[in-house]
């Protein structure tokens, strides 16, 4: 895969998230996210063979990733975690639709959302010989995690609404992950309050009714950033 192209006056390309806290926020195993960073070593028959990292991040000496790094991590989870594909298949397909498309880092580009991961897919399904049934259901995971991402007019990672819980509504968009906002930490969409605060200040004693009166949250977004920092 090609090295990441990093602008180091945006925001959102800026080393901020340790692995275990991008973990957390994204409900991912820091284990498996380390292995998508760091690459992996893993045995064959004749010793011991690496795979390559598939996010590339920032700083090549600094294990800490950014928020686009955030977003490619995001889309991942949907391909390996919740489909089972390979880290091999995807970076044969990221790497196909590279060369075919010269579309670098689609993982984080709008066309994979443009006809949900069509491009990705054509070529997943080639490399696997995926069924139709099988790209309909990767289709609809796809679909569900790339509408969680906000775009710039540049079609460009902007934020991040990630699932506050396994059975949250899909529309339900309460925590939002901005590096422009809360330093980049989970925080309540509508007013910019961080998560933790408010569960740090939960757990200290005071209640969900007094925490909404304070910040002038509703006590629904108030239960669904605890649910969030609970789950996490």
Known sequence: MAPATVDKADPRDLPIYSLSQAARYLRIPQTTLRSWVLGR???RLDGRGFSEPLIQKPEPHDERLSFTNLIEA???HALRVKHGVTMRAVREALDYVQRQFHIDRLLIRKELRAAPGELFLAEYGRLLSLSPSGQFAMEKILEAYLKRVVRDSAGLPLRLYPFTSPNAAEDR????????VSFGRPAIARKGISTAILAERL?????????????GLDEEEVAEAIIYERAA
């Open 41 to 43: 070593h893993f045995p």
């Open 74 to 76: 995001h889309v991942l």
């Open 173 to 180: 968009r309460v925590v939002v992950i901005d590096p422009r």
């Open 203 to 215: 757990n200290a004693g005071e209640s969900i009714r007094e925490l909404a009166y304070d910040y």
